[in-house]
């Protein structure tokens, strides 16, 4: 859906060609200001309707990590590394490290 959302987004106002993402009243790239300030409205608009354990927390940073993570999962360290801009494995850990639930997961499976 989201993927949808973007190519009409694409398609119908900002344009196929290359360059920013998101683009201000005026024509300007926006700024890291205001990607955070658009975030942490998503994050207010969805959070009164979910429990406390799943509300959300947004940031650039926030999808950086998740972008990040999942590429590393889909397709390797490799791939994420090239992403990230990082010229060392070691930098990237910090986003792709398994939260501990996962790890706990991982560990009762293997031996089941």
């Not at 398609?11 to 700024?31: C, D, I, K, M």
């Not at 300030?37 to 940031?59: C, G, H, I, V």
């Not at 999942?70 to 791939?79: A, I, P, R, S």
């Amino acid at each position: 859906e989201a993927r949808k959302s973007l190519d009409e987004y694409l398609t119908n106002e900002r344009g196929r060609e290359s360059g920013a993402l998101f683009l201000s009243n005026r024509g300007n790239r926006w700024s890291r200001h205001r990607a955070y300030e658009a975030l942490k409205l998503l994050e207010k608009q969805a959070n009164p309707t979910l429990p406390s354990r799943e509300q959300l927390r947004l940031s650039p940073h926030q999808l950086r990590h998740t972008h990040l993570r999942k590429l590393t999962v889909k397709h390797g360290l490799q791939f994420a590394k090239d992403e990230s801009g990082h010229t060392s494995f070691r930098h990237l850990h910090r986003y792709v490290r398994p939260r501990k639930d996962e790890l706990k997961t991982a560990l009762e499976a293997l031996y089941r």
